[in-house]
C-alpha cells in the first residue's frame, strides 16, 4: 500500500508545483492586467476630458464585482457617444472646411483672373498713354509749324505792304516824272512853235517793244521805248500777244528809253498784260 501512495505522492506533488508555477504566473499577469487597466483608464480619461465630456468618471471602470459591469458600459457607451458626436461635428467641420477651400480657391482664381484683367488694363493704358503721349507731341509740332507759318505768314504781309509802298511811292514817283515830261514836252513844243519847226509824227518802219508796266486804274501802260528810238508824242502803236491784237494805245509822253502811253479802251480785245508786244 505504501508503494501504492508514492505514484499518488508524487502526482500531488507534481500538480502543486504545477499550481504554484501557474499561480506565480497569474499573480504576474495580474499586475500586467492591473497595469494595463490603469492606462485604459486614463487614456479614456484622457479623451473623455478632450472630448469636454464631464460626465465620464473613471471610477465608474474600475470594477470589483460582476455587477457593476453595466454601469462600465453604461460609462463607456456614453463615452463612444460622446465620441461619435465629436466625429460628426468633426465631419461636419472637414465638410465645411473642404467647401470654404474651394470657396477660397474659387476666390483665389478669381483675384487672379482680376489680377491679370486688371494688369491687361494696366499695360492697355499705358499703351494709350504712349499714343496719346506720342500724339500731343506731334499736335506740338503742328502747332510749332503752324506758329511758325504764321510767323511766316505775317513777315510775307508786312513785306507785302512794304512792297506795295514801295510801289505807290514809285507810282507817286512816276506821275511826279509824267508830269515833268508833260511840262517839258509842253515847253519843247512850245519853243519849237516860237523856232518855227513842227513835230515830226513819223515813227521808224518796224518799231517794236515790250510793254513793262501796266495801270489799269489810270488807264495807261509804260513801255520800253522812247526818243532814242525815235518815238515821238501823239503816235499811235498796236499792242500783240502772240498772234493776236490785243489793242491800240496812244504814246503821250516820251523819255529817252521809255514812254507812257494812254490806252484805247475801245480798241481792247483783251486785257493788256506786262510783257505784250507794241509794234508801229
Known amino acids: 500500500m505504501a508503494k501504492a501512495l508514492k505514484p499518488i505522492v508524487f502526482v500531488l506533488l507534481l500538480l502543486s508545483i504545477v499550481s504554484l508555477i501557474l499561480g506565480f504566473l497569474l499573480f504576474g499577469k495580474r499586475e500586467v492586467y492591473k497595469e494595463s487597466t490603469a492606462k485604459s483608464r486614463s487614456a479614456l480619461s484622457e479623451i473623455a476630458r478632450n472630448l469636454k465630456f464631464d460626465d465620464f468618471r473613471a471610477s465608474d471602470l474600475v470594477v470589483t464585482d460582476p455587477a457593476q459591469f453595466p454601469q462600465m458600459d453604461k460609462s463607456l457607451n456614453l463615452l463612444a457617444a ?14 465645411a472646411l473642404d467647401v470654404s477651400r474651394e470657396e477660397r480657391d474659387q476666390a483665389r482664381d478669381e ?18 498713354n504712349q499714343e496719346v503721349a506720342a500724339k500731343s507731341a506731334e499736335v506740338t509740332r503742328q502747332q510749332a509749324r503752324l506758329d511758325e507759318l504764321q510767323q511766316d505768314k505775317v513777315d510775307l504781309q508786312l513785306q507785302t505792304d512794304e512792297l506795295n509802298t514801295k510801289l505807290a511811292t514809285v507810282e507817286d514817283e ?10 517839258l514836252e509842253q515847253e519843247n513844243s512850245d519853243l519849237l ?28 501802260v509804260v513801255i520800253n521805248l522812247g526818243s532814242d528810238q525815235g518815238l515821238v508824242s ?13 489793242g491800240k494805245i496812244t504814246i503821250s509822253d516820251v523819255s529817252r ?8 479802251r475801245n480798241s481792247l480785245q483783251d486785257s493788256v498784260m506786262e510783257g505784250d508786244y507794241v509794234v508801229y
Open 82 to 95: 460622446a465620441a461619435q458626436l465629436k466625429t460628426d461635428e468633426l465631419e461636419t467641420t472637414q465638410q
Open 111 to 128: 483675384a487672379n483672373r482680376a489680377i491679370a484683367d486688371r494688369e491687361a488694363a494696366e499695360d492697355e493704358a499705358a499703351r494709350l
Open 174 to 183: 512816276l506821275r511826279d516824272v509824267q508830269d515833268q515830261l508833260v511840262t
Open 193 to 220: 512853235s516860237q523856232l518855227g519847226y513842227g513835230t515830226n509824227k513819223q515813227l521808224p518802219k518796224g518799231l517794236t517793244g515790250r510793254v513793262v508796266l501796266v495801270n489799269k486804274d489810270w488807264n495807261f
Open 234 to 246: 501823239d503816235a499811235e502803236m498796236l499792242i500783240h500777244r502772240g498772234d493776236q491784237l490785243v
Open 257 to 264: 528809253n521809255l514812254a507812257i502811253a494812254d490806252l484805247n
